[in-house]
């Protein structure tokens, strides 16, 4: 790798690093609303877990050893994302998130899963044409 991180380059912007943090910011805050006005622990619990989970694993990406670690990580992400979607789907459909808050919040993932996939992508395809 040569020193190089493969997302995180300083010189410009960072979409799935900013996307990722904003949206753990979201999560607490979901969290919060739902541990405090729904009286909802375990689910909230596990989407708290898994929403902060994806931004965690893209700031780990910045310093891997390798490209295929570098994949990992972004495929974890993906992975937490894909839970956190089914936490968010399930607190919609057992009515502790209402249509609007869940649509919001959904379409935010939504977009997450799908910028890591074409990380994940076009990473996955650099790496084997490099061999």
């Not at 912007?13 to 969290?31: C, E, H, M, T, W």
């Not at 992400?77 to 649509?103: F, I, V």
């Amino acid at each position: 790798m040569n020193g190089e991180l493969w997302i995180m380059n300083e010189k410009r912007p960072n979409i799935i690093r900013d996307k990722s943090f904003a949206f753990a910011l979201r999560v607490v805050k979901r969290y919060r609303f739902l541990c405090e006005e729904k009286i909802e622990f375990v689910m909230s619990k596990q989407l708290l877990r898994s929403g902060t989970a994806i931004g965690a694993m893209v700031r780990e990406a910045e310093h891997v050893e390798s490209k295929p670690d570098f994949i990992h990580k972004l495929a974890i992400a993906q992975k937490e994302a894909n839970e956190t979607d089914y936490w968010l789907e399930l607190l919609h459909k057992s009515d502790y998130l209402e249509e609007k808050q869940y649509q919001s919040i959904i379409q935010d993932s939504k977009e997450i899963n799908k910028i890591l996939a074409s990380i994940i992508i076009t990473s996955k395809q650099k790496h084997y044409a490099n061999k």
